[in-house]
């Protein structure tokens, strides 16, 4: 069975960064596209950010774009999620998901597109 584990969450104030982990196995790792997503309280689930499973190609949700960075490691076959500068508005439940792709495929954005998830961490920024 896949699993995806996250961590990293916590409670911060504005301005402050995080990094948020994405755990899986060696295998997973290796031959999955991964994205981070995240639902503010009372909203609808959003894309924040993806890679691709070569790792040489990333995509970014408008809103987080130049404050978040997703990157992969291979030694420890983990994907993060790099916050920086965050807002109040980053408020929100984060997941990470993947999906097996061939290698050359590109980032994925749709969430539904994922076949995998992670049971998500909470992010809270206070002002």
């Known amino acids: 069975q896949v699993q995806l584990v996250e961590s990293g969450g916590g409670l911060v104030q504005a301005g402050d960064s995080l990094r948020l982990s994405c755990a899986t196995s060696?295998?997973?790792?290796?031959?999955?596209?991964v994205g981070w997503f995240r639902q503010p309280p009372g909203q609808e689930r959003e894309f924040v950010a993806a890679i691709s499973r070569s790792g040489g190609d990333t995509l970014y949700a408008d809103s987080v774009k130049g404050r978040f960075t997703i990157s992969r490691d291979k030694a420890k076959n983990t994907v993060y999620l790099q916050m920086n500068n965050l807002k109040p508005e980053d408020t929100a439940v984060y997941s990470c998901?993947?999906?097996?792709?061939?290698?050359?495929?590109?980032?994925?954005?749709?969430?539904?597109?994922?076949?995998?998830w992670g049971q998500g961490t909470q992010v809270t920024v206070s002002s």
């Open positions: 998901a993947s999906k097996r792709t061939i290698l050359t495929a590109p980032p994925i954005v749709q969430a539904d597109s994922y076949d995998y």
């Open positions: 060696r295998r997973m790792f290796s031959e999955h596209a």
